[in-house]
């Protein structure tokens, strides 16, 4: 919960920000989409704006918290049992067989 907030409000922030800069300098009036005018309101424009760009200012900050796990908080969870487990594994039920 705590890295959604760490992601979520600067996201929150940068989309606010982008979003007042890029409507500043073009009007949603104008604005077409494939080639056909948009029949929105200003008021939806911008609300679909601001979430576009909340959406694209989280993705990197996602990514970052994605990657930097290390090897150790990836395999915390193992989705095998302990039977099933290769030889060789350190969570294997016969830890015997594991340092041949």
Not at 15 to 37: K, Q, S, W, Y
Not at 50 to 56: A, E, H, N, Q, S
Not at 78 to 97: F, I, N, V, Y
Request: with cysteine; aromatic share 14%.
């Amino acid at each position: 919960m705590q890295r959604a907030i760490w992601v979520l409000w600067p996201a929150f922030i940068v989309g606010g920000i982008t979003e007042t800069v890029f409507f500043t300098l073009f009007d949603p009036e104008d604005m077409r989409l494939f080639g056909e005018a948009i029949t929105l309101s200003r008021s939806a424009v911008y609300t679909l704006g601001f979430f576009v760009f909340w959406m694209l200012a989280a993705i990197p900050s996602v990514l970052t918290c994605f990657f930097q796990r290390s090897a150790a908080d990836i395999n915390h969870l193992c989705p095998l049992e302990p039977h099933e487990r290769p030889l060789g594994c350190p969570k294997r039920e016969d830890c015997d067989q594991c340092h041949q």
